[in-house]
């Protein structure tokens, strides 16, 4: 097993984690700017986070783009959010479908981690994009249980971000050596 940990982040919660990750295997973890799907060949388990924005998993189509290319690899995929990891309905439904829109092939598989939110260091496109949001969901007459959570995630301030997190990522890639 060869494995590299490449990340994308925006605050440095995936970063965190990445190289968590890449302690936990001895492995490096690269920021995702540097990095090619070429660069990617030379491995055999290629884990890639990133940050969920808008259901979005940042930088994810360096992996979508390239399942062909990186069919015969193992590949782990984790996302940093707001959202409880028990959400499945919303992570599941939402989150998965929305970045493979092919559906997930089997030789891809996904984590979802706490992260971090500071609401003063947010961008003011940021800021403004949390603040809209709020005032939508907020706006509605009868809201969804999702909804409702939507609302209350927009003031989530702080740092949730947890190593312990990361075991049964790190127990997946190792069963697979
Ligand atoms: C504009 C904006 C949109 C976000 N959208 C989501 C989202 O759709 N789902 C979620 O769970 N978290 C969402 N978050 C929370 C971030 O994903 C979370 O803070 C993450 O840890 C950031 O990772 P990064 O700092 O590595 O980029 C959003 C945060 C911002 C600022």
């Known amino acids: 097993m060869k ?7 925006k605050y440095g919660s995936t970063k965190e984690y990445g ?15 540097s990095v090619k799907v070429s660069d990617l060949l030379a491995y ?20 979508t783009k390239n399942l062909d290319k990186l069919k015969d690899k193992n590949i782990v995929i984790f996302t940093t959010g707001l959202t409880p990891s028990d959400c499945r309905d919303y992570y599941d439904k939402i989150v998965i479908e929305r970045n493979f829109k ?3 092939p089997d030789n891809v598989k996904i984590f979802n ?14 800021r403004t994009a949390i603040k809209a949001l709020k ?24 740092d949730f971000s947890d190593r312990a997190c990361i075991s049964d990522l790190i127990k997946y890639v190792n069963g697979r050596e």
């Open 44 to 63: 055999d388990t290629i884990i890639y986070g990133g940050g969920l924005y808008a259901e979005i998993i940042n930088g994810i189509t360096l992996i």
């Open 135 to 158: 005032k939508m969901m907020a706006g509605k007459e009868n809201p969804t249980e999702m909804e409702k959570l939507l609302v209350e995630l927009c003031d989530h301030d702080g």
């Open 113 to 126: 981690f706490p992260g971090k939110m500071m609401l003063e260091e947010l961008t003011i496109v940021h």
């Open 3 to 9: 494995p590299i940990v490449i990340y994308k982040t």
């Open 19 to 33: 190289e968590w990750i890449a302690e936990d295997l001895g492995c490096s973890a690269v920021d995702a700017k």
């Open 102 to 104: 092919t559906g997930v």
